[in-house]
């Protein structure tokens, strides 16, 4: 991770299909972190679709909850859309394999736990705004 995680926070929402990865910088005018946050999602989201999803195991460890699933998944088996936010961004994660879906929230538990008070559970909104804690 090239952006400094005291100053943002990860939001991990579970949906029926996957789930919702959003970053966003605590400041949103920090231009820098907001910058930072938006390049690692877009390329977290090229290397994933590749199937390459090593970057995660290298901050987290191999044994990572959920990740050596979806290193199994056949390319495009998990759908990966990257969308700019107020703030940063986020990753949607779809996928209509209800064994995916369990891996993909098995990992976003995991990464609840590791990032601990710079990650949190959020709840899916139609527009931009961060959930409140």
């Not at 005018?29 to 290397?47: M, P, S, T, W, Y």
């Not at 199937?51 to 199994?72: K, N, R, T, V, Y």
């Not at 976003?108 to 899916?124: E, I, K, N, R």
């Amino acid at each position: 991770m090239l952006f400094d995680l005291k100053a943002t926070t990860h939001i991990f929402t579970k949906t029926a299909e996957g789930g919702l990865q959003r970053i966003v910088a605590k400041n949103a005018a920090d231009k820098r972190q907001v910058a930072l946050v938006r390049a690692h999602l877009r390329e977290i989201q090229g290397e994933f679709l590749k199937g390459d999803f090593s970057g995660p195991s290298h901050i987290h460890g191999e044994h990572m909850p959920g990740l050596a699933q979806l290193e199994a998944a056949a390319p495009g088996k998990i759908a990966i859309d990257y969308r700019e936010v107020a703030g940063g961004a986020e990753l949607t994660y779809r996928t209509a394999d209800p064994k995916l879906v369990s891996s993909l929230h098995d990992w976003f538990d995991a990464q609840l736990s590791d990032h601990g008070p710079d990650a949190m559970a959020g709840h899916h909104h139609m527009h931009d705004e961060m959930p409140q804690r």
